[in-house]
């Protein structure tokens, strides 16, 4: 079975500070596909950023940045020089690629909160 | 606009009530999802169908059911079976494949009264 953890709950940062979300996964297919979704207050969650099991480039985009680590199955996000607009709950999501059925498996998300 | 349209935006229901919430996608996509959203929890699955006139359970599909006629069309219909309905409820919908990523609706906030 898959699994995603974000052991972060919520955090609280000042506008400018660098801020990093950390994902953790689980599972034992060699082929698999990693998410990150931002769902601001409007509530519809916005897709952000795909990686598949073989490419561990990190990725940048702007002040969003991904660290992808096989060795430890992680996949975590940092957020440069944050701004009031990135408050948001952010998920990290997984799906495989055997089976079939191609479900995501969500993490609980984490709230970032940027102080003005 | 290509998107995803849930209706309505709030419900308010009394106990004891069936009711169902609208999603409607105009992306062509085969597979449509609806999650369940409540504090501190994340998104888990309720339903999923990954061809019309076929679903699946997901997680925590009882006291919930789907119909899926239409390509474009994935209602959720709580029933009174449902022992906690207030949350928020999201419709996403993907291309089939792991490599692709989900479009969501903007969500029904469901509340018990």
């Known amino acids: 079975a898959q699994k995603v953890t974000q052991a972060q709950t919520e955090i609280s940062v000042v506008e400018k500070e660098d801020v990093t979300l950390d994902c953790v996964y689980e599972?034992?297919?060699?082929?698999?596909?990693l998410f990150w979704y931002k769902q601001p207050p409007s509530g519809e969650l916005v897709f952000l950023i795909r990686?598949?099991?073989?490419?561990?480039q990190n990725e940048i985009s702007g002040r969003y940045s991904w660290n992808f680590q096989k060795s430890t199955s992680s996949f975590n996000f940092t957020i440069t020089a944050s701004q009031v607009v990135d408050s948001a709950v952010y998920f990290c999501?997984?799906?495989?690629?055997?089976?079939?059925?191609?479900?995501?498996?969500f993490g609980r998300g984490t709230s970032l909160i940027v102080h003005p | 606009d290509g998107g995803i349209t849930q209706s309505p935006k709030y419900l308010f229901r009394k106990e004891g009530q069936n009711v169902t919430l609208s999603c409607e996608q105009n992306l062509n996509h085969d597979a449509m999802y609806w999650y369940r959203q409540d504090p501190g929890q994340g998104l888990r699955l309720i339903y999923y169908?990954?061809?019309?006139?076929?679903?699946q359970k997901g997680d925590i599909a009882e006291g919930y059911s789907v119909s899926r006629e239409k390509k474009e069309s994935f209602p959720l219909t709580v029933t009174s079976a449902q022992k906690n309905p207030t949350a928020f409820y999201l419709c996403?919908?993907?291309?089939?494949?792991?490599?692709?990523?989900?479009?969501f609706g903007q969500g029904t906030r469901l509340t018990v009264v």
């Open positions: 169908s990954q061809i019309v006139n076929d679903f």
């Open positions: 990686r598949n099991s073989f490419d561990e």
């Open positions: 999501a997984l799906t495989i690629q055997s089976g079939g059925s191609y479900i995501p498996t």
């Open positions: 599972t034992r297919d060699t082929t698999y596909y």
């Open positions: 996403a919908s993907s291309m089939r494949g792991p490599h692709t990523e989900a479009f």
